[in-house]
């Protein structure tokens, strides 16, 4: 019986190592970093990562979000969103900053002066001004509706103090910050 068990065995040695030598490459393979991010293939969620960048721990490039303010130099009459056709050149820039850098994105931020008692009706204001802004960018310069978003402060973040026409006038305005997101870039030490 032991001469059968032993010959079972060793019958089935040259089986059982072909089967591991296969298994062994097999995860060999896995645990290459085939696009050098210090992720192992068998984790790697995003297999064409940039070696430039830093990863999470599937493998894909982490973002920083970057965001910077375009100067719109747009300013409304008193009580009024209606959007003078001398600022339509200003919004074609912004929307051809938007054409020329597809990732961006852009809040408008509405704003309107302290005349007035009621700020229901100032935020009210300030949001419609925005939203003429936001409605030009997607209506007429096709800037995707998902890219451009808008917000009314009210009179709640003033651009000049005082309260006279000059103040006032400045602070009836719309304001862009665009976004992007910004690949974080690995610490070079040499």
């Not at 408008?108 to 302290?114: K, R």
């Amino acid at each position: 019986m032991r001469a059968l068990a032993l010959l079972v065995v060793v019958g089935l040695l040259p089986a059982c190592s072909q089967m591991m030598v296969h298994t062994d490459l097999k995860s060999a393979a896995n645990l290459q970093d085939r696009d050098r991010d210090g992720v192992i293939n068998e984790r790697d969620q995003c297999q064409d990562s940039d070696v430039r960048f830093v990863v999470d721990g599937q493998g894909c490039t982490l973002y920083r979000a970057s965001e910077e303010n375009f100067l719109l130099d747009i300013n409304f009459e008193n009580g009024s969103g209606y959007l003078h056709p001398r600022y339509y050149p200003v919004v074609r820039s912004l929307a051809q900053a938007l054409s020329d850098n597809p990732t961006l994105n852009v809040l408008i931020e509405g704003h309107a002066s302290t005349v007035g008692d009621n700020a229901g009706v100032n935020y009210k204001l300030s949001l419609r001004r925005a939203r003429m802004i936001a409605d030009l960018l997607i209506a007429k310069y096709a800037i995707a509706s998902s890219r451009v978003s808008v917000i009314g402060r009210g009179a709640m973040a003033v651009k000049a103090e005082g309260d006279n026409s000059v103040s006032h006038r400045q602070n009836r305005r719309v304001n862009a910050v665009l976004s992007d997101k910004v690949p974080l870039e690995k610490n070079r030490w040499y």
